[in-house]
C-alpha cells in the first residue's frame, strides 16, 4: 500500500467511525431521561462520554478532512468555479433533498395528528422559521446533523479567501479562527458550528504545506490513551455541572473537540493495520448514508417508544442502535441496487468503491426532546 492509498482509506476508515458516533449525539432523551439527572448512574456517564466529549470530535475532524482534499493538490491545480459546481451536486443538493424529504414527512406527520410535541412544526412557524427549518438559514435545520452540510458548503465558497489568508497569514489566521471557535457564546453569523471553520482552514493548512499526515504514527499509542483519558475527565465534569454548562466547562469542551481530531487520526494507523479497520475503510458511501439518514429515523423510533409506555430508558437506547444500524446498512444496499441513480442522488456522486478512487473530499424544540447540538 503506498502512502497516497494508505492515507485514503484511513481517511475513509476514519469517516465511517466518526459518522457512526456522531449518531451517539443525536439519541433523543426526555426530561425524565436527562442523562444529567443521574437516574441510571454508570450508563447516564457513559451517554456523556459519548455524545458531549468522545465523539464531539466528529466534525471538526470532517471539517479538516475536508478542507485538507480541497487543496491537497495546491493552489495551482485548484479551480473555483469547477469547485463550486462539484460541491454543489455532492454537498448542497444532498442536504436540500435529505433535508427536504424529512420536512415533508414531519408536514404529513403533523396533518395526521402524529408526532405533535416531538418536531418543530412548520404548520406554526413563520416565514423566517420556514426558512430555518428547510435552508439552515439562521438555525440548526428539521434534519439537525445536515447543518454540517450548510456549513461545509458555506466554508467551500470562502475558500479562495481562506487559501490566501493561510498562505500569506497561517499563525495569525489560524489563532483568531481558533480562538472564536473555543471561546463559549461567541458568534459567528455565517456558519452554525464555529469549530468548522476553524477545522477546514487547517485543513487547507496542510493541504498547502503538504504536512506529513503520517509523522506522529509512531506516538499512536499515546494519543489513543491522552484522547481517551481526556474525553473521560471532560465528561465527569460535564456529568457534575451539565446540562447548564459554565463557561469554562464550554471553553474545554470546545477545545477538546478540536484537540481530539488529532487523537482520533493518530488512533486511525494501528486501526487500518487491523482487519475490521480495512473493512470500515471499505464502507464507501454508507457512511454518508448514515450521516443523513439517521436522525429521522431515531426521531421516529423515539415518537413510537413514547407511545410503548415503558420508562427505562437504557431499552430504548441500546434497542435504537440495534435497530438503525441495520435499517441503514439494508436501505443503503437496497436503493443502490434497486435504484442506482437516486442513489448517485441521495450520495452526492459517492458511488465509487474506495478501491476504485482515492478519497475526496442537535437543536429540535420538543416538549420531549431537549435541545441537540
Not at 465523539?55 to 480541497?70: D, E, N, Q
Not at 493548512?205 to 475527565?233: E, P, T
Amino acid at each position: 500500500m503506498n502512502v497516497d492509498t494508505k492515507v485514503s482509506s484511513r481517511i475513509n476508515l476514519m469517516r465511517i467511525v466518526l459518522i457512526s458516533g456522531i449518531v451517539f449525539v443525536h439519541i433523543p432523551f426526555g426530561d425524565q431521561s436527562s442523562p444529567f439527572i443521574g437516574t441510571y448512574g454508570a450508563f447516564d456517564w457513559l451517554r456523556v462520554f459519548l455524545a458531549e466529549a468522545l465523539f464531539r470530535v466528529g466534525v471538526p475532524c470532517l471539517s479538516a478532512i475536508s478542507g485538507y482534499l480541497l487543496f491537497r493538490g495546491g493552489l495551482e491545480n485548484f479551480s473555483y468555479l469547477r469547485t463550486i459546481r462539484t460541491k454543489s451536486q455532492t454537498v448542497l443538493l444532498p442536504f436540500l433533498l435529505w433535508n427536504g424529504v424529512f420536512f415533508l414527512a414531519i408536514l404529513l406527520a403533523l396533518g395526521l395528528g402524529l408526532g405533535d410535541g416531538y418536531v418543530p412544526s412548520p404548520w406554526q412557524a413563520t416565514a423566517r422559521e420556514l426558512m430555518t427549518q428547510l435552508f439552515a438559514v439562521e438555525d440548526f435545520p428539521v434534519n439537525v446533523p445536515l447543518y454540517f452540510l450548510r456549513d461545509l458548503f458555506v466554508c467551500i465558497l470562502l475558500s479562495p479567501l481562506l487559501a490566501w489568508l493561510i498562505r500569506r497569514m497561517p499563525l495569525l489566521t489560524l489563532t483568531v479562527l481558533l480562538v472564536i471557535a473555543v471561546v463559549p457564546e461567541a458568534s459567528l453569523y455565517i456558519v452554525l458550528k464555529r469549530s468548522i471553520l476553524f477545522s477546514f482552514s487547517l485543513g487547507i493548512y496542510i493541504g498547502l504545506n503538504k504536512v506529513d499526515l503520517k509523522a506522529l504514527d509512531r506516538f499512536a499509542s499515546l494519543g489513543a490513551v491522552l484522547l481517551l483519558g481526556s474525553c473521560a475527565a471532560l465528561a465527569t465534569v460535564i456529568y457534575m455541572t451539565g446540562p447548564s454548562l459554565p463557561d469554562w466547562v464550554q471553553f474545554l469542551r470546545n477545545t477538546l473537540a478540536i484537540a481530539g481530531a488529532l487523537g482520533f487520526w493518530m488512533l486511525s494507523a494501528p486501526l487500518i493495520e487491523t482487519q475490521i479497520g480495512q473493512r470500515l475503510s471499505k464502507t464507501g458511501s454508507l457512511s454518508f448514508w448514515i450521516f443523513c439518514g439517521h436522525y429521522p429515523l431515531l426521531i421516529l423510533m423515539w415518537i413510537v417508544w413514547g407511545k410503548v409506555g415503558v420508562s427505562f430508558y437504557p431499552i430504548f437506547f441500546i434497542l435504537s442502535l440495534a435497530v438503525l444500524f441495520p435499517i441503514l446498512v439494508a436501505t443503503n444496499s437496497l436503493c443502490r441496487k434497486i435504484a442506482p441513480r437516486l442513489y448517485a442522488v441521495l450520495t452526492g456522486g459517492r458511488t465509487k468503491k474506495p478501491s476504485e478512487k482515492t478519497a475526496s473530499a442537535g437543536n429540535i424544540s420538543s416538549k420531549l426532546i431537549p435541545q441537540q447540538r
